[in-house]
């Protein structure tokens, strides 16, 4: 049983990431007001394919909520009708969110998915939670840690209901891809805990702190990544795409500040790496953290130096969301020793 619960708590985590991946090709392709309401996408549970679907006309069956285009305008309709001769202004409100009203069918179908892989996630997040009961009196923190994922996500949907209605505020993008990285924290304890611990690692204070500021580190990273993303995308709706070589021709401190991060990250890291092969810690997932790292250092360069290739931005975005979890979950390990392994001498290399 308890294989069962590991099995579904780790399918949680791969589904949350598939989130994540999905939220970054939204923010690849600029998807993000692919739907401008929310949960449903111009009123309707399966988007339109066609502005005809979005467009009024004569005899034309409506219900309830959905949506059309009028004038620049969305409008949402009051009741269930169907249309005469005339368009008929006192069965529409006007939709006031947001004065967004542009349809896309790419940027849509995009949002939409990344709307549905949310969903799943979810579903999978819940039956965790249900499994969970089993750990009530054995392991009481699996089950409260589990319904609290539950309560996350759907934060995090909450979350990004306010995205789409503040049209991509970049500070609640922020706080949005944030969430999601407490959530895969989340759930990795929750792994943590229901798994049987069988590895082997030595006691170091020292490496476990300084895993705890590359993980700070970590996450002001990702927090200013959204902020230069942001400025990117300005750039680009005033320069257009084929003027890529000039986005970052004057860039913003928090490119600077993103850039200079990454140097730091990486020696800390570095240092993580050999004091662990050093000290034979056992700390095998280093290797992982470091791969990682080398994967968004080229991402990055590669964004920087050859106008930012197709699919290096989602890259980015998702290699530094890995990076997270890899980190978190050391720390996991670094935390959970057996007294057998003893205290290592705290002196550097």
Excluded at 155 to 172: C, D, E, H, M, R
Excluded at 290 to 315: H, N, R, V
């Amino acid at each position: 049983m308890k294989k069962n619960f590991t099995l579904i708590a780790k399918t949680a985590l791969v589904l949350v990431y598939l989130v994540i991946i999905a939220g970054a090709l939204v923010r690849m392709t600029g998807s993000g007001m692919g739907c401008p309401d929310w949960p449903k996408c111009f009123g309707y549970y399966i988007p339109p394919t066609d502005i005809k679907e979005l467009t009024w006309s004569e005899n034309r069956v409506f219900e309830a909520g959905q949506v059309i285009i009028k004038d620049e305008t969305l409008l949402v309709a009051k009741d269930d009708f169907t249309t005469g001769n005339a368009f008929d202004q006192s069965h529409w409100r006007l939709y006031t969110k947001h004065d967004y009203a542009i349809f896309n069918p790419m940027h849509t179908w995009i949002e939409y998915l990344n709307r549905l892989s949310g969903a799943l996630a979810g579903i999978v997040v819940f039956a965790m939670a249900v499994a969970s009961w089993k750990f009530r009196k054995t392991k009481k923190a699996i089950l409260w840690l589990s319904w609290l994922t539950v309560f996350l996500m759907g934060f995090q949907a909450w979350l990004g209901a306010t995205v789409v209605y503040s049209v991509l505020n970049p500070i609640k993008i922020t706080v949005h891809m944030i969430a999601a990285l407490v959530i895969v924290a989340v759930i990795l304890y929750i792994i943590r805990l229901s798994k049987a611990k069988t590895e082997s690692f030595k006691k170091d204070n020292l490496f476990r702190n300084v895993l705890w500021i590359t993980l700070l580190l970590t996450l002001i990273q990702v927090a200013l990544g959204t902020q230069v993303r942001q400025f990117v995308d300005e750039q680009v709706k005033v320069l257009g795409y084929d003027q890529m070589h000039a986005v970052l021709e004057n860039p913003t401190v928090n490119f600077y500040a993103h850039r200079s991060f990454s140097i730091l990250i990486f020696v800390l890291n570095a240092f993580l790496f050999l004091r662990n092969r050093n000290k034979n810690l056992g700390f095998g997932k280093m290797k992982w953290v470091m791969i990682l790292i080398g994967i968004e250092i080229i991402s990055g360069m590669a964004m920087y130096y050859f106008d930012f290739p197709f699919g290096t931005q989602a890259t980015h975005l998702v290699i530094a969301s890995l990076l997270f979890g890899a980190q978190f979950y050391l720390i996991l390990e670094s935390n959970n020793l057996n007294k057998k392994d003893g205290n290592l001498d705290e002196k550097l290399l």
